[in-house]
C-alpha cells in the first residue's frame, strides 16, 4: 500500500498550537476595583490518592503597573522593609535604668534628673528652686516687707512724731519765754503731753496692721503663705513692737534733749537724774510699744478697724473722763481706782508726775500694761486658731 507524496516546493503541514489568550492591559476605571491578573497556567498533574489541600489564600487585587514595570516580563515579589527606630544615646550615671529597659534620650533625662536637695525621688516632678524649710524668720521677714510698703505706715508714724516732737517744743518754748517757777519740777516731765497724743497714732497703726488684712483679703493669701497662724501672729507682734518702740524711743530721746536743753537752766528746774532718763525714754517707749500691741490684738480678735480703734480709744481715755464726772462720797473708791489706773495717770507716773499717791509708782505701770497685753495676745491666738480668715 503506497502513501500519497506530496509534491514539491511545498511545505509540510503544522499540527495547530494551542490557542492563547490575549494580552490586554487595561487600566482600572476611577472607583473601580482593579482587575486581577490570571495566574500563569500550570502543568496538570495526574489524579492521585494523596489528601486534598486546602484552598490558596485569596488573590489580593493587584495594583496597576508601573511605568518601568510594564516593560518587565516578569513580576517580581515586593519585599516588606522594617523601619527601625534610630539608635538612642546609652544614658550613664546614678540615674541609668536597668539593663532590659528602654532608656529615656538625654534632653528628657536631664531636663526630669532630680536637683540636688529638693528631696523629690527620680522620675518624679523636681523643682529648680531649693526647697528649704520655712521657720520664722521667713515669716518676719514677710511683715517687715509688708509693713514698710504701704503708706499708712509712713503717715502715721510721721504724724506721730510731729505731734510728740511738736507739742513737746511748742510746751518747753512757752515755759522758757515767761516768768514761770517750775517749783523743782524736772524737764523732762514736760514730753508728757506730745507722747499722750502721739499714743493714738501707734495705737491706730497697731490696729491697722491685722484689720486691713481682713477688710482687703490680704489675711488669706498670708496665712496660704505661711499655714501656721501662730507664727504669723507672733511675726506681727515683734515686727510691730520693734517699728513702734524704735520710732517712740527716737522721738522721746529728741524730746529730752530739747527739753533738758531749754529749761535745764531755767528758774526752779529739778536735776534729772540717770533714772528719770531712763524711764522717760526706755520706759515711755516701751509703754507705748505695749499699748500699740494691746491694739493689735484688739484688732486680731474684732477684725474690724473702726470697731477696733473706737474700743482702744474708750480704753485710754473713758476711765479718766468717768472719774472727772464721778461726784459723791458713794463713788469716791470708784472715782479714785480710775484715775490711778487710767493710761494718762500710768503714763505720767513714768515721767514722775503722779496724781495721786495711792495708785502704781516706779515701773508698775509698764508691767500692768504688758500683763494686759500679754491676756490679750493669748485670747487673739486661740481665735485666730479656731475661727475661719
Same mark, same amino acid.
Given at each position: 500500500?503506497?502513501?500519497?507524496?506530496?509534491? %514539491?516546493?511545498?511545505?509540510?503541514? +503544522? /499540527?495547530?498550537? *494551542?490557542?492563547? !489568550?490575549?494580552?490586554?492591559? &487595561? @487600566? $482600572? =476605571? #476611577?472607583?473601580?476595583?482593579?482587575?486581577?491578573?490570571?495566574?500563569?497556567?500550570?502543568?496538570?498533574?495526574?489524579?492521585?490518592?494523596?489528601?486534598?489541600?486546602?484552598?490558596? %489564600?485569596?488573590?489580593?487585587?493587584? +495594583? /496597576?503597573?508601573? *511605568?518601568?514595570? !510594564?516593560?518587565?516580563?516578569? &513580576? @517580581? $515579589? =515586593? #519585599?516588606?522593609?522594617?523601619?527601625?527606630?534610630?539608635?538612642?544615646?546609652?544614658?550613664?550615671?546614678?540615674?541609668?535604668?536597668?539593663?532590659?529597659?528602654?532608656?529615656?534620650?538625654?534632653?528628657?533625662?536631664?531636663?526630669?534628673?532630680?536637683?540636688?536637695?529638693?528631696?523629690?525621688?527620680?522620675?518624679?516632678?523636681?523643682?529648680?528652686?531649693?526647697?528649704?524649710?520655712?521657720?520664722?524668720?521667713?515669716?518676719?521677714?514677710?511683715?517687715?516687707?509688708?509693713?514698710?510698703?504701704?503708706?499708712?505706715?509712713?503717715?502715721?508714724?510721721?504724724?506721730?512724731?510731729?505731734?510728740?516732737?511738736?507739742?513737746?517744743?511748742?510746751?518747753?518754748?512757752?515755759?522758757?519765754?515767761?516768768?514761770?517757777?517750775?517749783?523743782?519740777?524736772?524737764?523732762?516731765?514736760?514730753?508728757?503731753?506730745?507722747?499722750?497724743?502721739?499714743?493714738?497714732?501707734?495705737?491706730?497703726?497697731?490696729?491697722?496692721?491685722?484689720?486691713?488684712?481682713?477688710?482687703?483679703?490680704?489675711?488669706?493669701?498670708?496665712?496660704?503663705?505661711?499655714?501656721?497662724?501662730?507664727?504669723?501672729?507672733?511675726?506681727?507682734?515683734?515686727?510691730?513692737?520693734?517699728?513702734?518702740?524704735?520710732?517712740?524711743?527716737?522721738?522721746?530721746?529728741?524730746?529730752?534733749?530739747?527739753?533738758?536743753?531749754?529749761?535745764?537752766?531755767?528758774?526752779?528746774?529739778?536735776?534729772?537724774?540717770?533714772?528719770?532718763?531712763?524711764?522717760?525714754?526706755?520706759?515711755?517707749?516701751?509703754?507705748?510699744?505695749?499699748?500699740?500691741?494691746?491694739?493689735?490684738?484688739?484688732?486680731?480678735?474684732?477684725?474690724?478697724?473702726?470697731?477696733?480703734?473706737?474700743?482702744?480709744?474708750?480704753?485710754?481715755?473713758?476711765?479718766?473722763?468717768?472719774?472727772?464726772?464721778?461726784?459723791?462720797?458713794?463713788?469716791?473708791?470708784?472715782?479714785?481706782?480710775?484715775?490711778?489706773?487710767?493710761?494718762?495717770?500710768?503714763?505720767?507716773?513714768?515721767?514722775?508726775?503722779?496724781?495721786?499717791?495711792?495708785?502704781?509708782?516706779?515701773?508698775?505701770?509698764?508691767?500692768?500694761?504688758?500683763?494686759?497685753?500679754?491676756?490679750?495676745?493669748?485670747?487673739?491666738?486661740?481665735?485666730?486658731?479656731?475661727?475661719?480668715?
Amino acid at each position: 500500500m503506497t502513501t500519497p507524496q506530496q509534491p %514539491q516546493g511545498t511545505p509540510a503541514a +503544522q /499540527p495547530p498550537a *494551542a490557542p492563547t !489568550a490575549p494580552l490586554v492591559s &487595561q @487600566q $482600572p =476605571q #476611577q472607583g473601580e476595583p482593579a482587575p486581577a491578573q490570571a495566574a500563569p497556567a500550570q502543568p496538570q498533574q495526574p489524579p492521585s490518592s494523596a489528601p486534598a489541600q486546602p484552598p490558596a %489564600q485569596q488573590a489580593q487585587p493587584a +495594583q /496597576p503597573p508601573l *511605568a518601568h514595570q !510594564a516593560q518587565q516580563p516578569q &513580576q @517580581q $515579589p =515586593q #519585599q516588606l522593609q522594617t523601619l527601625e527606630a534610630p539608635p538612642v544615646p546609652q544614658q550613664t550615671g546614678a540615674y541609668a535604668p536597668a539593663h532590659g529597659h528602654p532608656q529615656a534620650p538625654a534632653p528628657y533625662a536631664q531636663a526630669h534628673a532630680p536637683v540636688q536637695g529638693s528631696g523629690f525621688a527620680p522620675g518624679g516632678y523636681s523643682s529648680p528652686i531649693p526647697i528649704q524649710p520655712t521657720h520664722l524668720g521667713h515669716a518676719l521677714a514677710s511683715e517687715w516687707t509688708k509693713i514698710k510698703s504701704v503708706r499708712s505706715t509712713v503717715w502715721t508714724l510721721s504724724v506721730m512724731v510731729a505731734l510728740v516732737v511738736g507739742i513737746s517744743l511748742l510746751t518747753v518754748v512757752g515755759i522758757s519765754s515767761g516768768d514761770t517757777d517750775l517749783e523743782g519740777e524736772s524737764p523732762l516731765a514736760f514730753g508728757f503731753f506730745g507722747v499722750l497724743l502721739g499714743l493714738m497714732c501707734v495705737i491706730t497703726l497697731g490696729v491697722l496692721v491685722v484689720s486691713s488684712e481682713y477688710g482687703t483679703g490680704m489675711i488669706r493669701t498670708t496665712l496660704t503663705a505661711c499655714p501656721s497662724r501662730g507664727r504669723v501672729l507672733v511675726a506681727k507682734t515683734l515686727v510691730f513692737f520693734g517699728l513702734s518702740f524704735a520710732v517712740t524711743l527716737a522721738s522721746t530721746t529728741l524730746v529730752a534733749l530739747i527739753n533738758d536743753g531749754i529749761l535745764g537752766g531755767h528758774r526752779g528746774a529739778g536735776d534729772s537724774s540717770s533714772a528719770d532718763w531712763v524711764k522717760a525714754t526706755i520706759g515711755v517707749s516701751l509703754y507705748v510699744a505695749a499699748l500699740g500691741l494691746l491694739a493689735l490684738c484688739v484688732g486680731s480678735l474684732l477684725r474690724h478697724s473702726a470697731g477696733a480703734i473706737t474700743v482702744m480709744i474708750g480704753l485710754v481715755l473713758l476711765p479718766m473722763v468717768l472719774a472727772l464726772f464721778m461726784q459723791g462720797e458713794a463713788l469716791q473708791d470708784v472715782q479714785e481706782a480710775l484715775l490711778d489706773y487710767s493710761v494718762p495717770s500710768q503714763l505720767g507716773v513714768l515721767y514722775s508726775n503722779t496724781i495721786s499717791d495711792s495708785g502704781p509708782s516706779g515701773w508698775e505701770p509698764l508691767l500692768i500694761v504688758i500683763i494686759v497685753a500679754g491676756v490679750a495676745m493669748a485670747g487673739a491666738f486661740a481665735v485666730l486658731e479656731k475661727r475661719d480668715v
